[in-house]
């Protein structure tokens, strides 16, 4: 499956942004997606998750409450909604594809990885 993220830019503390991430292929649908962030010099992490068909989600403790991710299998898109945004989320944002249709946190549950998008956020 390819993905493509995109929505990533340069915000102020405090302020908002929406990453998407574009599924290229009809079986989309079938697998859990994830959004996972690599800060410079940091490894990457985990961020949100969300089941194949939306029924579940999870979140890092560190945007729980800020970031909400949610897709729409109609147009093979997975969508995360960043807000408070914070200078330290500032990373490089996947988002990837389960290899199942659980919303699974760990990053060797996933097989297919988009290109990152950039989040900047100045204090």
Same mark, same amino acid.
């Given at each position: 499956?390819?993905?493509?993220?995109?929505?990533?830019?340069?915000?102020?503390?405090?302020?908002?942004?929406?990453?998407?991430?574009?599924?290229?292929?009809?079986?989309? @649908?079938?697998? #859990?997606?994830?959004?996972?962030?690599?800060? %410079?010099? =940091? /490894? !990457?992490?985990?961020?949100?998750?969300? @089941?194949?068909? #939306?029924?579940?989600?999870?979140?890092?403790? %560190?945007? =729980? /409450? !800020?970031?909400?991710?949610?897709?729409?299998?109609?147009?093979?898109?997975?969508?995360?909604?960043?807000?408070?945004?914070?200078?330290?989320?500032?990373?490089?944002?996947?988002?990837?594809?389960?290899?199942?249709?659980?919303?699974?946190?760990?990053?060797?549950?996933?097989?297919?990885?988009?290109?990152?998008?950039?989040?900047?956020?100045?204090?």
């Amino acid at each position: 499956v390819q993905l493509q993220a995109s929505g990533g830019g340069f915000v102020q503390a405090g302020g908002s942004l929406r990453l998407s991430c574009a599924g290229a292929e009809r079986i989309f @649908s079938w697998y #859990g997606m994830g959004w996972f962030r690599q800060a %410079s010099g =940091k /490894e !990457r992490s985990f961020v949100a998750a969300i @089941s194949a068909r #939306g029924s579940a989600t999870r979140y890092a403790d %560190s945007v =729980k /409450e !800020r970031f909400t991710i949610s897709r729409d299998n109609t147009k093979n898109t997975v969508y995360l909604q960043m807000n408070r945004l914070e200078p330290e989320d500032t990373a490089v944002y996947y988002c990837a594809k389960g290899y199942d249709s659980d919303a699974s946190t760990a990053a060797p549950q996933y097989t297919d990885w988009g290109r990152g998008t950039l989040v900047t956020v100045s204090s």
